[in-house]
């Protein structure tokens, strides 16, 4: 739970931010962010229960290289450090794992219990182009030649609640559509999940959001890129995919209002599908098998 002293920090440190790269930063989630605000301003007493995410585009030092620095704050940051990660299209999977490792290990040793957001973007424009190779810094030269690659993307879209049938058509027949695997599952709150080539995801979560929704943002995404070289763009696919299909997923139901599913249910179906870890980005608490 946040407390007023930590809420007031986080408001701050994004104001600076936002004074800093009013062009480059971008809040995910807006409602987040008033809550956090009215809360700081005493407008109400409850603390905020959204995390406050934003992503801020870095240009490098190096010609045509762009940096997006994604940035979580946990409830009792800056107490604890922030969730961060960077995603750039002049790095290699491998090379992106070790860059935000390096830097959770720099903030962890270095920042823990003050706001941090500033160290970690000046520790990246010193260190980001160390875990660049010049072949993938050059576009031209940054896979061999012959060598055929596809970027495949899964989503995990939260929305604070599904319940419209014809929302609940839609999220169905697009993934179907667009070729897309993963679920849905209804209530309160509601979790979205949708894999498969990045233009379809991306086009996707176009048509979602422009739905009318009381919160949707997108809690967590994945990129993969893969060599199609010699096994071709489905075989690939099938490698990345953690879903055979599409579903909307229907869980014991709780509640007074009979309007919310199971989530130790939920839990178990992630854990099957080998994403467990991502309950903890969605709810904030760590699952608990049945």
Not at 94 to 110: G, I, K, S, V
Not at 132 to 144: F, L, V
Not at 218 to 240: K, P, W, Y
Request: net charge negative; glycine share 4%; aromatic share 10%.
């Amino acid at each position: 739970m946040t407390s007023p002293a930590n809420a007031e920090a986080q408001l701050s440190e994004l104001e600076l931010l936002f004074s800093m790269f009013p062009n480059e930063l971008s809040v995910d989630d807006q409602l987040a962010l008033i809550d956090l605000r009215d809360y700081v301003q005493g407008k109400i007493l409850i603390p905020p229960t959204s995390r406050l995410q934003y992503t801020v585009r870095l240009q490098l030092d190096t010609p045509n290289v762009v940096c997006a620095l994604s940035c979580s704050f946990p409830p009792n940051y800056p107490a604890v450090i922030p969730e961060i990660s960077t995603r750039s299209d002049a790095l290699y999977r491998t090379q992106q794992a070790q860059l935000n490792m390096d830097l959770h290990e720099y903030l962890r040793q270095n920042c823990c219990g003050e706001i941090c957001m500033l160290n970690a973007i000046e520790w990246i424009k010193d260190h980001a182009a160390k875990y660049m190779s010049k072949e993938t810094i050059a576009t031209e030269n940054r896979q061999p030649a012959g060598t055929k690659n596809v970027t495949c993307t899964r989503l995990w879209i939260y929305s604070h609640h599904i319940y419209n049938k014809e929302k609940r058509k839609n999220i169905l027949e697009w993934a179907k559509e667009l070729s897309l695997t993963g679920f849905s599952m209804p209530g309160k709150p509601g979790v979205i999940c949708v894999e498969g080539p990045q233009d379809a995801c991306e086009e996707y979560w176009a048509r979602a959001k422009r739905l009318t929704w009381k919160r949707i943002l997108i809690r967590h995404r994945e990129d993969a890129t893969l060599d199609i070289t010699n096994n071709g763009t489905e075989a690939a696919m099938q490698m990345f995919r953690k879903f055979t299909d599409f579903e909307e997923k229907i869980f014991d139901v709780r509640g007074t209002k009979g309007n919310h599913m199971d989530l130790g249910q939920l839990y178990q179906f992630l854990n099957e599908k080998e994403c467990g870890d991502v309950f903890q980005l969605y709810f904030g608490v760590e699952g608990r098998t049945l």
